[in-house]
């Protein structure tokens, strides 16, 4: 079971991605990547804390915001938070250019300290590749949200996004090795699906980093973001490293 503190961002995100893809549906093409798309679309048990979109380059940046402040402003949407013990939220909207549009949120519960999180849309990408699907049934039901279809990156993309996130010199993230694991050994994206779409020095940067990760990294930056049954047995060095090794061998067979 997630934290309290998680479950509430997670119902959040989850609310506010089905508000917002019957506003931008039809519209303009996006896609949720990250971690709240392997939460929602392809079954990680790594929990995050903000949601992060690609939206396509024609979409102006007026446009997208209208959509967005509609539905963090509508009553529906407020409904449907309180539903979920969030009372009520408040919203800043500290960058909005044509590269990147970010929303801070604080969430309140009550009398206590107010959960913050984020939702950030980038036009880094010329063309989004998206797929659409449902989130998964199972937190669909926790939320006590009906079904509804989205758009995010398929497993495939998401692998070959974690290959590149590895293989960046300026980028130290062990989530991006636990993530690429899941969707090789969960989502069962197979090297060979990856192979036209990442070059070999990029395979090769990302097993260096790979190799590079202890299990202390793990420990500090993933272990706290993992639910509880997954959090238990990860708590064994020992699955950390053959975590490590598993991503290790699907590495040296993209490699020529």
């Known amino acids: 079971m997630a934290p309290r503190s998680f479950e509430s961002r997670e119902s959040f995100h ?53 959509a967005v402040d509609s539905v963090l402003g509508g009553r529906a949407f407020s409904a449907s938070l309180l539903a979920q013990g969030i009372t009520r939220i408040e919203v800043r909207k500290p960058k909005q250019t044509e590269t990147m549009q970010r929303w801070k949120v604080s969430l309140f519960l009550g009398a206590g300290e107010p959960l913050p999180t984020k ?46 996130a590895l293989a960046a010199p300026s980028r130290y993230a062990v989530r991006d090795l636990f993530d690429l694991h899941h969707l090789l050994r ?18 090769e940067r990302a097993a260096d980093k790979v190799g590079r990760f ?34 290790e061998e699907a590495l040296l067979e993209l490699l020529p």
């Open 14 to 66: 989850l609310a506010l991605l089905r508000h917002l893809h019957a506003r931008l549906a039809g519209r303009r093409a996006y896609a949720v990547k990250g971690g709240i798309c392997l939460r929602f679309f392809h079954r990680s048990p790594r929990l995050s804390q903000d949601m992060d979109l690609d939206v396509a380059p024609e979409l102006p940046v007026h446009e997208l915001q209208d």
């Open 119 to 164: 939702i950030e849309f980038s036009r880094r990408n010329d063309s989004i590749d998206y797929a659409t699907a449902v989130p998964d049934a199972g937190l669909l039901w926790r939320y006590r949200v009906a079904p509804f279809a989205a758009r995010c990156y398929g497993a495939a993309a998401m692998a070959a996004q974690k290959l590149g």
């Open 186 to 203: 969960v989502a069962l994206v197979k090297p060979r699906d990856l192979a036209g779409s990442v070059e070999t020095q990029t395979v």
């Open 214 to 247: 202890t299990y202390g990294d793990f420990k500090e930056q993933v272990l706290p973001y993992l639910s509880g049954e997954i959090m238990d047995v990860y708590r064994d060095a020992e699955a950390f490293a053959r975590q490590k090794a598993e991503v």
